[in-house]
């Protein structure tokens, strides 16, 4: 009996300390946002991770994303979201999040992504930010969207 409650007490133990590692690299990314630190925001990811912003040109290799990120924290902060919310999923050195985040100027947002876990660290691999759109004006929102989408595609042309 004493063996059965030591080994649910080392799952228990290990499903919280992993989470709460894995929660203490998404805290700190939000943070290093916040504070624009630079290179501790982007030492957090993978090299070879992918970034996809709201607008749907937003599809970024780590490179590309820091090179887009590279003005908005050269003075000293990036970006701030707080988390409302998150959940994990999924067993060993992958695993998958969602949260739900709060911007001042786009309100209620979603990060998804996957953490991977890589020479004794969690790292991101991949993070996706949308913006939630209430149902009651999704129609709107999406007819704008097709708007400015034709505006763009007929002035590119």
Do not use: Q
């Not at 999040?97 to 991101?124: A, Q, S």
């Amino acid at each position: 009996m004493k063996n059965i409650i030591f080994i649910t007490f080392l799952i228990f133990s290990y499903v919280s300390w992993s989470e709460e590692k894995l929660d203490i690299l998404l805290d700190g990314l939000h943070k290093d946002a916040h504070e624009g630190s630079f290179e501790t925001y982007f030492d957090r990811y993978t090299n070879d991770a992918v970034f996809l912003g709201t607008d749907k040109s937003e599809r970024w290799t780590i490179e590309e994303f820091k090179a887009y990120a590279k003005p908005a924290f050269a003075d000293g902060h990036g970006w701030t979201y707080k988390v409302i919310e998150r959940n994990w999923e999924g067993e060993g050195n992958i695993k998958w999040f969602d949260e739900i985040l709060f911007n001042e100027k786009l309100g209620h947002c979603r990060g998804t992504g996957v953490v991977e876990f890589i020479n004794n660290e969690w790292k991101i691999a991949h993070y996706a930010l949308t913006m939630l759109v209430p149902n009651s004006i999704a129609a709107e929102i999406g007819s704008k969207t097709i708007e400015v989408d034709e505006f763009l595609s007929l002035n590119n042309e």
